[in-house]
């Protein structure tokens, strides 16, 4: 009686312990997985295709920009060509005119200007700078020129068969939709022969 009384009390004890040991090694394998914190991976696709409206087009413009190291930042440059639509422009004056024994009559006289469209090519080096975040955020500075097929009316006083304009722009780039996509704003100053005039600068276009 005594030795069963024994032998049970061993076979429980043996039990508890295994149970013991076996008790951290399952909560172990059943705990969750560390979560791992995603490493940062800067986004190539130097090269942008996009339109603009305004800046070195002058008007509505096709553009593509590049780096030359194969990043998103960095120096590059952009080319493109647009054209400046067609420009009216038409006024009145009255004149009185004498018709004799004292008599006059008005006489309305109409004077009208007219620009065609202007095709226009252009090209610059530029910087690309990467803010706190690149993927999303980049600041671009360039400098150009503008070659523009006809009278450019506001950058330069005078008429002219042809124009060449100067540039220094500043704009701020957003890239959105997986990144891939970019819309940028800013602001230049246009150099002609005798002033000097500023310019939005705006464009919308896709990264690859």
Wanted: hydrophobic share 35%; glycine share 12%; proline share 6%.
């Amino acid at each position: 009686m005594h030795i069963r009384t024994i032998t049970a009390v061993a076979l429980l004890f043996c039990c508890i312990s295994l149970s013991a040991q076996k008790t951290p090694q399952d909560s172990t394998n059943h705990s969750r997985p560390r979560k791992e914190h995603p490493v940062y991976l800067p986004k190539k696709w130097p090269h942008v295709v996009y339109g603009t409206l305004l800046g070195p087009s002058c008007g509505i413009g096709v553009n593509y920009d590049t780096r030359f190291n194969g990043k998103r930042t960095g120096l590059g440059m952009r080319v493109g060509a647009g054209i400046v639509p067609q420009y009216k422009e038409s006024w009145r004056y009255y004149k009185r005119i004498p018709e004799g024994q004292g008599r006059y009559h008005d006489s309305t006289i109409t004077h009208s200007f007219s620009v065609p469209d202007r095709p226009t090519l252009f090209g610059g080096i530029n910087y690309v700078f990467g803010l706190p975040n690149p993927d999303r955020n980049c600041l671009e500075v360039g400098a150009g020129m503008t070659y523009m097929f006809g009278d450019s009316l506001w950058f330069e006083e005078g008429a002219t068969d042809r124009t060449t304009l100067g540039w220094l722009s500043i704009a701020g780039r957003r890239h959105f939709i997986n990144k891939h996509f970019m819309f940028r704003m800013g602001a230049m100053l246009m150099f002609s022969s005798n002033q000097v005039t500023p310019n939005l600068d705006t464009g919308f276009g896709y990264c690859f």
